[in-house]
C-alpha cells in the first residue's frame, strides 16, 4: 500500500535510536522528510549516518522549551512545511510509589506529558495549515498499571487523555490525534538493559517474552513500531482520530 508520503515532512522526538529511529527510516523510505531529535550528540551522528544526509537532527532535550522550539522551527525552515508530530522521547521509570520521590514525578511528567502538550500546541499552526497529525507514544501501563509501575504508568495515563482532549480540539481543523500505546518491543533501552546481564540479545529478548507470557510468544520488532505509526500518520488512515492503539502482541489484559 502506497502510504501517499511522499514530499511530506514529520518531526520525531527521541528519534536517535531505537523505535524512533526505526520509525524515521520508514518514513524516509516512503518518501517523507524527516527531523529527528534528542539529547546526545554521539546517537544522534550515529542516527544522522543511518538517515543520510536529507534528514535533519539536532541535539535537545524536549523537557527544554527553547530548544524544542529551536528544533520545531528549524524544522519548518527547512522544509517548509509540517505534516506529522510524533512524541517519541521517554524513558522507562517504574517504582512503588512508596519507595519514589516528587523529583522522579516531576521529571517523569516533564518528559511525557509537559514536552508532549508543548510540542503539539508549538505545531498546532503549521499542522493546521496541512490538515496534519500527532502521534503520541505511549505504554500499555497507561490503561494497565501494575505495581511499582509509577510514575510511569501515570504520566502515560495522562498521555492518553491529552491524546483524546487534543483529537477533539483540532479535529474542527481537520489534524488527526492519536496515541500508540507499546508493549513488549525492541528498542535501545532493552538492548542496554540486555547488556547489563551479559546476555545475547536474543537471548535476552526470548527470556523476558516468555516470563511476560506475551500471547503471540515473543517480542515486538521495532519495524512493526514503524509501520504502524507511519500508517496511523498517513492519509490512509484520515478517519483514525481519538484512539489509543496497542502494539503489545496481546498482553495488555484488556482492549
Same mark, same amino acid.
Given at each position: 500500500?502506497?502510504?501517499?508520503?511522499?514530499?511530506?515532512?514529520?518531526?520525531?522526538?527521541?528519534?536517535?535510536?531505537?523505535?524512533?529511529?526505526?520509525?524515521?527510516?520508514?518514513?524516509?523510505?516512503?518518501?517523507?522528510?524527516?527531523?529527528?531529535?534528542?539529547?546526545?550528540?554521539?546517537?544522534?551522528?550515529?542516527? #544522522?549516518?543511518?538517515?543520510?544526509?536529507?534528514?535533519? @537532527?539536532?541535539? /535537545?532535550? !524536549?523537557? $527544554? +522549551? &527553547?530548544?524544542? *522550539?529551536?528544533?520545531?522551527?528549524?524544522?519548518?525552515?527547512?522544509?517548509? #512545511?509540517?505534516?506529522?508530530?510524533?512524541?517519541?522521547? @521517554?524513558?522507562? /521509570?517504574? !517504582?512503588? $510509589? +512508596? &519507595?519514589?520521590? *516528587?523529583?522522579?514525578?516531576?521529571?517523569?511528567?516533564?518528559?511525557?506529558?509537559?514536552?508532549?502538550?508543548?510540542?503539539?500546541?508549538?505545531?498546532?499552526? /503549521?499542522?493546521?495549515?496541512?490538515? &496534519?497529525?500527532?502521534?503520541?507514544?505511549?505504554?500499555?501501563?497507561?490503561?494497565?498499571?501494575?505495581?511499582?509501575?509509577?510514575?510511569?504508568?501515570?504520566?502515560?495515563?495522562?498521555?492518553?487523555?491529552?491524546?483524546?482532549?487534543?483529537?477533539?480540539?483540532?479535529?474542527?481543523?481537520?489534524?488527526?490525534?492519536?496515541?500508540?500505546?507499546?508493549?513488549?518491543?525492541?528498542?535501545?533501552?532493552?538492548?542496554?538493559?540486555?547488556?547489563?546481564?551479559?546476555?545475547?540479545?536474543?537471548?535476552?529478548?526470548?527470556?523476558?517474552?516468555?516470563?511476560?507470557?506475551?500471547?503471540?510468544?515473543?517480542?515486538?520488532?521495532?519495524?512493526?513500531?514503524?509501520?504502524?505509526?507511519?500508517?496511523?500518520?498517513?492519509?490512509?488512515?484520515?478517519?483514525?482520530?481519538?484512539?489509543?492503539?496497542?502494539?503489545?502482541?496481546?498482553?495488555?489484559?484488556?482492549?
Amino acid at each position: 500500500m502506497d502510504l501517499d508520503l511522499a514530499g511530506r515532512a514529520y518531526l520525531v522526538t527521541g528519534g536517535t535510536d531505537g523505535l524512533g529511529l526505526a520509525l524515521a527510516q520508514r518514513l524516509i523510505a516512503e518518501g517523507a522528510r524527516v527531523a529527528v531529535c534528542g539529547r546526545s550528540p554521539e546517537r544522534l551522528a550515529a542516527a #544522522r549516518r543511518v538517515l543520510g544526509d536529507d534528514a535533519l @537532527g539536532v541535539v /535537545a532535550d !524536549v523537557t $527544554v +522549551a &527553547g530548544e524544542l *522550539d529551536a528544533f520545531v522551527d528549524e524544522a519548518i525552515e527547512i522544509f517548509g #512545511r509540517l505534516d506529522g508530530v510524533v512524541s517519541n522521547a @521517554g524513558r522507562s /521509570a517504574g !517504582v512503588p $510509589v +512508596a &519507595g519514589s520521590t *516528587d523529583e522522579q514525578w516531576r521529571d517523569d511528567f516533564e518528559l511525557k506529558v509537559v514536552a508532549a502538550a508543548h510540542l503539539a500546541r508549538r505545531c498546532e499552526g /503549521a499542522l493546521r495549515a496541512t490538515r &496534519g497529525s500527532i502521534v503520541n507514544v505511549l505504554a500499555i501501563s497507561a490503561r494497565a498499571p501494575g505495581a511499582g509501575s509509577t510514575p510511569t504508568s501515570a504520566s502515560r495515563a495522562a498521555g492518553l487523555a491529552l491524546t483524546k482532549a487534543l483529537a477533539n480540539e483540532l479535529a474542527p481543523h481537520g489534524v488527526r490525534v492519536n496515541a500508540v500505546l507499546i508493549g513488549m518491543i525492541e528498542s535501545g533501552q532493552w538492548a542496554r538493559r540486555a547488556e547489563t546481564t551479559g546476555e545475547p540479545l536474543d537471548t535476552f529478548y526470548r527470556r523476558v517474552a516468555a516470563e511476560a507470557r506475551i500471547p503471540l510468544g515473543r517480542v515486538g520488532r521495532a519495524e512493526e513500531f514503524a509501520d504502524l505509526v507511519s500508517f496511523v500518520l498517513s492519509p490512509r488512515a484520515s478517519y483514525v482520530t481519538g484512539v489509543g492503539i496497542n502494539l503489545d502482541g496481546g498482553l495488555a489484559p484488556g482492549i
